[in-house]
């Protein structure tokens, strides 16, 4: 079953976030969570704007909450957000890849303690970071899913052996589906179209 789906996206990325979000089912079965990699210094109230009618509800992470599905989660206050068993954890261990919250903290993080639980999903352009965290994902078998666009044409590779990272590298307004796809499927294995 897979049923965390953790969300990254760059500086700029919110509106592409938002997109995402918007495409999930109220009821989505999953827990989601989001981090738009910032600088402590450059926070964006991410969740005010993610949260809206009809869509999933969505707040600020607490540290050591204990997460629930159908529910989106965002990292705020320039904290990482990380994933601990079934808990929440908030941190301000040094950044990563100049950003705090980092995109491959809750990737790694998420797929150390979920494994093949995990979808990864990466948005916009991947500089910023998340290369590392969708190659754990990928290493304990969770679903990588990237965002075809004018800036990353292809699927990211894996620096280490060059290899493809995506299972599905899809348009913006594909990826939600594809979510729901992953995480609706009846016994819990991959959709059989899942490129």
């Not at 948005?123 to 969708?134: E, N, S």
């Not at 299972?167 to 992953?182: F, K, M, N, S």
Request: with cysteine; charged share 20%; glycine share 8%.
């Amino acid at each position: 079953m897979r049923d965390i789906v953790v969300i990254g996206a760059p500086v700029g990325g919110a509106a592409a976030l938002t997109q995402v979000i918007a495409g999930l089912p109220a009821g989505f079965p999953a827990s989601v969570f989001v981090v738009l990699n910032t600088t402590p210094g450059n926070p964006i109230l991410l969740a005010d704007v993610l949260n809206s009618p009809g869509r999933m509800h969505t707040s600020d992470a607490v540290d050591g909450e204990v997460f629930q599905p159908s529910r989106v989660y965002v990292a705020a206050d320039g904290k990482h957000l990380a994933l601990d068993g079934t808990k929440i954890r908030l941190t301000i261990d040094a950044e990563e890849n100049n950003h705090r919250p980092s995109i491959d903290v809750l990737f790694r993080t998420a797929s150390a303690c979920h494994k093949d639980r995990v979808v990864a999903v990466l948005v916009l352009h991947a500089r910023d970071g998340g290369i590392a965290g969708l190659r754990e994902v990928r290493r304990n078998n969770g679903r990588v899913v990237t965002h075809r666009n004018e800036h990353m044409p292809a699927s990211p590779r894996d620096p280490e052996t060059g290899e493809d990272l995506a299972h599905d590298h899809l348009a913006l307004e594909q990826i939600a589906p594809r979510l729901v796809t992953y995480v609706s499927s009846s016994n819990g294995n991959d959709p059989v179209d899942a490129g």
